[in-house]
């Protein structure tokens, strides 16, 4: 909160204006309406045409600066708003830039997006509905009763009351009658939003299940139970207001009737009696927007706290570096030093003691069962998580010392899920090249056998009308636009055909030659050509050899390449 509260002071000059001008038209409306009251009274007793006319003029004087008032404190309370609102979707975006591939496993993606999202929204609330309108509220009120004070010792102590009464009891009493209802109301809106978006993603397996009809009722239910709750939101809020209304008239008439005695006992002109009356009618208009400031603060209140929950997430943090190395240019050479790596929250390690050297510009593949941290080797060199023991290493620097950006830059990485956005083949090509001419994309999209797909052609969402293996390859062709040192590939053609894959890999092993090229496969096949094979095996580096020294040692290796003949034959 504390830091949302700066962000919004860093707007100084918009929010002086709108307070400013807030009180200006608060107070405008209450000299108006004093005045009114006044000149209503004054003008019963004859008085002369003197005090009329100023009276008038300062009536019109008055409405100007009510009207104009209220305008200024639109524009700029609503102009700082915006600007904070800008200010703080900047400050948490670079914040999180850094640490989204980390946030993206940690958390369900969508359901953090879509939080921070609305959390960030919610904050625009902050200035207009928390911060100034308790500020506004009690300048007008303490100048209103510094008035009165003169005219009125009692009416100035009942209005004193009812501003603890409208702006801070009821408020007070709401807030706390409504605190586990907007906890209600969050969990209600996470639910639903959770039950479309599995709905929405699951649609096909759901039709394959015949699960379509009851999923759909779960979410029906969702949703009237959140809508019910957020009705009863709403008219908690009005019996809120209700109250505060209430309040204020109840103002009004003690006003009236202790004017009317003390006039009566001689201790207040008569004159000045409607004027008191109107004035307690118009300062509690300041006071309407207290009735929502529970709401609003408490809202605020959670969105920056569960905010701060991401931001302050360690897990998700890319710890500082305290020397940052610059990123080797060439093909690197790549050290792992007894490396162990446990993922946040889990108790097994995924890798143990792991040691190995890749050579400069050498390729390199990984082979081994479903699970057995293939993958968690690329994060790793891909500087996405540090390891808890042990260094990874290129040309000697670990990647404790190296900007990841500046890994990512200098590396090609193709993983097992590539994204492709809604847009052109064109557009998602140029991800990796901007500047990449028509013929170059097409001559890419040729080496990886996708010679028919047109540049034009509009992908929908995720690249739904390809196929699994052409999506593949249109991923591997964003792979060949790019000139880097370092290659790191997971199973980038699972969904190809084998003779397709050797063609594609060809060229792939081609545009790679003389970097530095590790290739997580799962096929055992095409291997003769690596200048040396990793085998893993439950965490652990079990072999490493090249090909026909692994296939003379027979061991790990051997294994698996004869059971993968025998499917074959079996096949
Ligand atoms: N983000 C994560 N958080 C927690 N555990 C994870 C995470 N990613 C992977 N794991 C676990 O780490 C282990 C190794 O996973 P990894 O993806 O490295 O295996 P792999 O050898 O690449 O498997 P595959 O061939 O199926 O892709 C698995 O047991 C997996 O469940």
Do not use: C
């Not at 100007?64 to 703080?88: C, D, I, K, W």
Request: aromatic letters at 10%.
């Amino acid at each position: 909160m504390k830091q949302i509260r700066s962000l919004v002071l860093r707007e100084k000059r918009d929010v002086f204006l709108s307070v400013m001008f807030g009180f200006l038209a608060g107070m405008g409306a209450v000299a108006l309406f004093a005045n009114s009251g006044y000149l209503i009274s004054r003008a019963a007793v004859t008085p002369a045409l003197a005090i009329l006319t100023i009276t008038i003029a300062l009536l019109k004087l008055f409405s100007f600066t009510r009207a104009l008032s209220r305008y200024g404190e639109r524009l700029y309370s609503h102009r700082a708003t915006f600007t904070m609102l800008s200010n703080v979707r900047t400050h948490f975006f670079k914040k999180l830039e850094p640490m989204a591939p980390r946030i993206s496993q940690r958390f369900r993606s969508g359901d953090l997006l879509s939080r921070i999202v609305g959390d960030v929204e919610s904050l625009q609330d902050y200035f207009l509905r928390v911060f100034y309108p308790p500020v506004v509220m009690l300048t007008v009120f303490t100048a209103t009763i510094a008035v009165t004070l003169y005219f009125s010792p009692v009416t100035a102590g009942i209005l004193a009351a009812g501003l603890l009464v409208t702006g801070w009891l009821i408020p007070s009493w709401y807030a706390f009658r409504q605190r586990k209802n907007a906890a209600d109301v969050r969990e209600a809106r996470g639910k639903v939003s959770t039950e479309a978006a599995e709905f929405l993603y699951g649609f096909q397996d759901l039709k394959l299940h015949q699960r379509l009809a009851h999923k759909e009722e779960e979410l029906l239910q969702q949703s009237k139970h959140y809508v019910s709750q957020q009705a009863e939101a709403a008219r908690r809020r009005l019996a809120s207001r209700t109250w505060n209304q209430t309040a204020a008239f109840a103002v009004s008439w003690l006003v009236l009737a202790s004017g009317a005695a003390l006039t009566a006992a001689g201790q207040l002109d008569g004159v000045f009696l409607a004027m008191l009356v109107m004035i307690s009618l118009t300062v509690f208009e300041n006071a309407v927007p207290m009735a929502a400031y529970p709401s609003y603060a408490h809202e605020s209140r959670r969105a920056a706290g569960r905010l701060d929950e991401v931001m302050a997430d360690e897990a998700s943090k890319i710890p500082e570096k305290e020397e940052k190395h610059p990123f080797p240019e060439t093909a690197p050479e790549v050290e792992f030093n007894n490396v162990t790596f446990t993922f946040p929250d889990e108790n097994r390690p995924v890798l143990r003691d792991v040691s190995f050297h890749l050579p400069k510009g050498t390729a390199t593949a990984v082979v081994g069962a479903s699970g057995s941290g293939k993958s968690t080797l690329l994060q790793l060199l891909l500087g996405i998580y540090i390891p808890e023991a042990g260094e990874v290493k290129f040309n000697g620097f670990s990647t404790r010392s190296l900007d990841e950006k500046d890994i990512w830059r200098h590396t090609n990485a193709v993983l097992q899920d590539q994204h492709f956005f809604y847009g052109t083949v064109r557009e998602n090509l140029q991800l990796a090249d901007e500047t990449a001419s028509d013929e170059k994309l097409e001559e890419v999209l040729e080496s990886v056998q996708l010679p028919y797909l047109s540049l034009d052609l509009e992908l929908r969402e995720k690249a739904s009308d390809l196929s699994g293996g052409e999506k593949q390859r249109l991923g591997l062709s964003r792979a060949l636009l790019r000139d880097t040192p370092v290659w790191l590939l997971d199973e980038p053609t699972s969904s190809v055909d084998a003779s397709t894959e050797q063609h594609v890999l060809e060229k792939i092993y081609q545009s790679a030659s003389r970097k530095t090229l590790l290739h997580v496969s799962h096929r055992l096949q095409g291997l003769e050509d690596m200048d040396q094979i990793l085998v893993m095996e439950d965490g652990k580096l079990a072999e490493q050899g090249t090909y026909s020294e692994l296939m003379k040692k027979q061991g790990v290796f051997y294994k698996m390449k004869q059971t993968e003949a025998e499917l074959f034959m079996t096949g």
